[in-house]
């Protein structure tokens, strides 16, 4: 990882401590992301509490949604939330062909249709500005529901906020793949309308 836009703060007190330990039994080790975030708790605790809550949503397939993750994290170039969100494919034992082909998904032969609608959705969503259109819409909602197409809308839209804040903050991968023997994310495509 290269050094981070802002050093990151030293964690330390008793919720530092617990902060510590909960990363590194998550994780494996406590990420120099979370010194970045220390120097602020508020949004350190709002963005992982929130976080936390989502990660509990059951209306939507969580392929999709993680699928949905990386493929913005793929179009911003947060490499942290690309190589995290590979990680945690494996961990939820998804198809990891899938999951280290979202980079170069408009390429790739391993997606459905419907998930090829859901990766489309995911960067239009991401695009400045959007490009979500009624069509992309109306075919997701027939094919999930609205239930889980609100809770797809709602991750992607918490996926922008998480990569959008690491690379502006300088924040990169802490190889969380690459500790756990996943073979390397291809470089991103850029489609059409790439931000």
């Known amino acids: 990882m290269t050094s981070t836009r802002v050093p990151p703060a030293e964690i330390t007190g008793f919720q530092g401590a ?9 994780l494996g080790t406590v990420p120099a992301s979370l010194g970045v975030l220390w120097h602020n708790q508020r949004v350190l605790r709002s963005t992982a509490g929130l976080g936390g809550k989502i990660k509990k949503w059951d209306a939507c397939d969580e392929s999709l ?42 390429e790739s032969d391993v997606f459905t249709p419907l998930e ?6 995911a960067e239009a969503m991401t695009h400045t500005e959007p490009t979500v259109t009624d069509e992309m819409v109306d075919t997701l909602l027939k094919r999930l529901g609205p239930a889980a197409l609100v809770e797809l809308t709602s991750v992607i839209a918490f996926a922008n906020l998480t990569t959008r804040t690491n690379v502006a903050l300088g924040i990169e991968s802490d190889g969380f793949a690459a500790a756990c023997g996943l073979k390397p994310l291809p470089e991103p495509s850029r489609g059409p309308g790439a931000a």
Do not use: I, Q
Request: glycine share 2%; charged share 30%.
């Open 18 to 26: 617990v902060v510590k330990r909960f990363a590194r039994k998550a």
């Open 65 to 106: 949604k993680t699928f949905a993750h990386m493929a913005v994290a793929s179009l911003v170039g947060c490499s942290w939330c690309l190589d995290f969100n590979y990680f945690e494919a494996h961990n939820k034992k998804l198809d990891m062909d899938k999951a280290r082909e979202v980079p170069r998904w408009r």
């Open 116 to 121: 090829r609608d859901v990766l489309a959705y």
